[in-house]
Nanobody
Framework: VQLQASGGGLVQAGGSPRLSCAASGSISTINAMGWYRQAPGKQRELVARIISTGSTNYADSVKGRFTISRDSAKNSVYLQMSSLKPEDTAVYYC??????????????WGQGTQVTVSS
């Protein structure tokens, strides 16, 4: 399974960029798709996640500002970001949890896309 993320870059505070991530390869069942981020000197943290039922959860720091969505037909997940703050600056990683009978749930990660918010 390969993940290709796009979007991000340098944005001004208050901006509203959109991140996209498409999964390809041998995909049977996707149980969850999500976005994580890692700021310099910090651990990677969950930003937003959407599971197979459509249920979502968000980090408290982004609730009300970020929206995660998916297109199951395209095996894609999106993160609409708004009201960006400098503290949102991080490398954002796409994550997909794929279930197979022989392997159970397995995590796959995208290459990461940099989001830098200027004040």
């Amino acid at each position: 399974v390969q993940l290709q993320a796009s979007g991000g870059g340098l944005v001004q505070a208050g901006g509203s960029p959109r991140l996209s991530c498409a999964a390809s390869g041998s995909i049977s069942t996707i149980n969850a798709m999500g976005w994580y981020r890692q700021a310099p000197g910090k651990q990677r943290e969950l930003v937003a996640r959407i599971i197979s039922t459509g249920s979502t959860n968000y980090a408290d720091s982004v609730k009300g500002r970020f929206t995660i969505s998916r297109d199951s037909a395209k095996n894609s997940v999106y993160l609409q970001m708004s009201s960006l703050k400098p503290e949102d600056t991080a490398v954002y990683y796409c994550n997909v949890v794929v279930f197979t009978v022989w392997d159970g749930n397995r995590d796959y990660w995208g290459q990461g896309t940099q989001v830098t918010v200027s004040s």
